[in-house]
């Protein structure tokens, strides 16, 4: 078996398996800094008909790639990859879930949707801290479990108040009643 190289491109260390990995892996990063940013503009636009419903697509088949071709490193490098893979495929399923929340509209749609989605989301970041935080500024100084926990630690809170905010949960804090 052949020696994995490696190469440092902008201080990250980037593993040289190959020409096909080296080209996935440069697909992949273009398709998560796609679904990064998508991500983004869908969970910040106004959940009606026009930028979230495109930003959403986008952000669908970028996972897409990102799953396509973390699916592809890790068969090239099972050994180091394949918790990777294993948070991408994550991150796949639930924006399909997502989609199909979307698509079919069982009851409290817009909680499943909106759920998914934004569990996608942290697993898309977090995909990218687990690979890549050793390697971050601030980020280098974290426990490892760091990366693993905190993109849940932060979306999870977040994720909570936007359903609440839109609608998708309801709100179950007692009213209080005037009385006259």
């Not at 440069?26 to 503009?41: E, F, N, S, Y």
């Not at 697993?123 to 926990?149: I, K």
């Amino acid at each position: 078996m052949n020696a994995i190289l490696a190469a440092e491109i902008a201080g990250l260390d980037i593993p040289d398996a190959g020409p096909l990995f080296l080209t996935a892996l440069a697909v992949h990063i273009a398709a998560g800094v796609t679904g990064v940013t998508a991500g983004g503009l869908a969970a910040a636009a106004d959940k009606r008909p026009g930028r979230h419903p495109r930003a959403g697509a986008v952000y669908l088949y970028a996972v897409g790639t990102v799953f396509a071709t973390a699916t592809v490193m890790a068969a090239l490098r099972w050994r180091h990859d394949w918790h990777l893979f294993l948070i991408a495929a994550v991150a796949f399923a639930l924006a399909m879930l997502g989609w199909w929340a979307r698509r079919r509209r069982p009851v409290r749609w817009t909680a499943w949707h909106g759920s998914a989605m934004a569990g996608s989301y942290v697993a898309l970041l977090t995909g990218f801290y687990v690979d890549n935080g050793p390697q971050l500024p601030l980020w280098d100084r974290l426990p490892p479990l760091a990366y693993w926990l905190l993109p849940a630690a932060v979306g999870i809170p977040v994720t909570w108040r936007a359903l609440r905010r839109n609608g998708a949960l309801p709100d179950r804090r007692p009213t209080t009643s005037a009385s006259s």
